[in-house]
């Protein structure tokens, strides 16, 4: 049984409470434009996707996202940079704090009208203040009306991969799609999802029988993956990279690409990884032509401060799911990274 709480704003009527002006709208524009030219191989930069685990707080999301665009200009000719700003990710079990989406205040209950308002409102922040777009998880792709005009990349996580209305949405996205390797590790399911999203598709969608152009920029991320017996297996080594190069050959799908993410398995959930396991990419990368083109990014999670906090906590700028990398190692990476490249 579903009891009816409230009816909730359709995308049109958020969108008027909450306008993306036509000069902000033009900032996405030409940083879409970039971002299809790196996926297409027309621009060599490095993307770096980086930010919070779960965009928690506005205020601090804002400082930490202003933070990146001083590192974005000083290192413009080799970096890419896109905030994460995840706004739906949930606690792993589920329990309690499910993303700004749900509880807009990580201290109070359910409140999604709140929440959706909240949410948009920030993407549209970071663009004012930063000049930046920026990254979102589409881990409801019921709700994505509600900010695409705002995003410029699109994550597919892993636990929705081999989900079909994800993948079906996915085709219909107009920016980049990341498409996360599924929990379990398997590389065939997720090239399989990179495949439907890449095809043209007639679903149902909001009410509506929709029909999409398919995205060929839909592409891999690896995450690393997790056994039975719960144990992570990371899934960035030259090896894995090679698999995927061939995979990809196999399926023959439009831009081979993928974005490694330095954390979840990939680290064994150890935020401070994330700085090898960057480095270590970056010399294969270099390492390798096949490689080279292959590669086109990191996904990286940070925020002002180190490490996270209980779910009761109030540290500004401290993540309260997963761990990140504080400010001063994130720029200290950064740095690096354009350096190395």
């Known amino acids: 049984m579903f009891e009816k709480i409230r009816k909730i ?9 909450v306008p993306f002006s036509a000069a902000l709208h033009t900032i996405k524009k030409e940083r879409d434009k970039t971002l299809s030219n790196i996926f297409t191989g027309k621009d060599d930069r490095l993307l770096l996707i980086i930010g919070p685990c779960s965009a928690d707080n506005e205020d601090a999301v804002c400082d930490y996202v202003t933070r990146l665009a001083a590192l974005q200009e000083k290192t413009k000719d080799k970096l890419f940079i896109v905030p994460r700003v995840y706004t739906n990710k949930p606690r792993s079990r589920g329990e309690g704090y499910k993303g700004m989406l749900h509880n807009p205040d990580p201290h109070k209950g359910t409140d999604i009208q709140e929440g959706i308002l909240r949410l948009r409102h920030m993407h549209i922040r970071v663009v004012q203040e930063s000049g930046l777009t920026s990254a979102d998880e589409m881990l409801y792709p019921d709700n994505y009306g509600y900010l695409e005009d705002v995003l410029s990349y699109v994550a597919v996580g892993a636990r929705s991969t081999e989900n079909q209305q994800h993948r079906l949405v ?12 599924p929990m379990h590790g398997s590389i065939p399911a997720m090239m399989n999802s990179i495949y439907a999203a890449q095809l043209p598709s007639e679903f149902q969608y909001h009410s509506y029988q929709v029909k999409t152009n398919g995205n060929p920029l839909a592409h891999a991320v690896l995450r690393g993956s997790v056994d039975v017996f719960g144990n992570n297996h990371a899934n960035y080594h030259y090896e894995d990279l090679m698999a995927l190069s061939a995979a990809y050959e196999k399926q023959k799908l439009a831009n081979p690409a993928v974005v490694i993410d330095t954390n979840h398995s990939n680290s064994d959930k150890n935020p401070l990884e994330q700085i090898r396991i ?13 490689l080279k083109t292959l590669i086109k990014g990191l996904m990286i999670e940070s925020y002002i401060e180190d490490g996270n906090q209980t779910p009761d906590g109030n540290v500004y700028g401290k993540s309260i799911t997963d761990g990140c990398l504080g400010w001063k190692k994130t720029e200290r990476l950064i740095n690096d990274i354009a350096d190395l490249l």
């Not at 704003?9 to 409470?17: D, G, I, N, R």
């Not at 996915?170 to 390797?181: H, W």
Request: aromatic share 0%.
């Open 9 to 17: 704003m359709t995308p049109e009527e958020v969108a008027q409470k």
């Open 278 to 290: 960057a480095k270590e990419v970056l010399t294969v990368k270099s390492a390798n032509d096949k």
């Open 170 to 181: 996915a085709s219909g996205v107009t920016v980049p799609v990341g498409v996360k390797n």
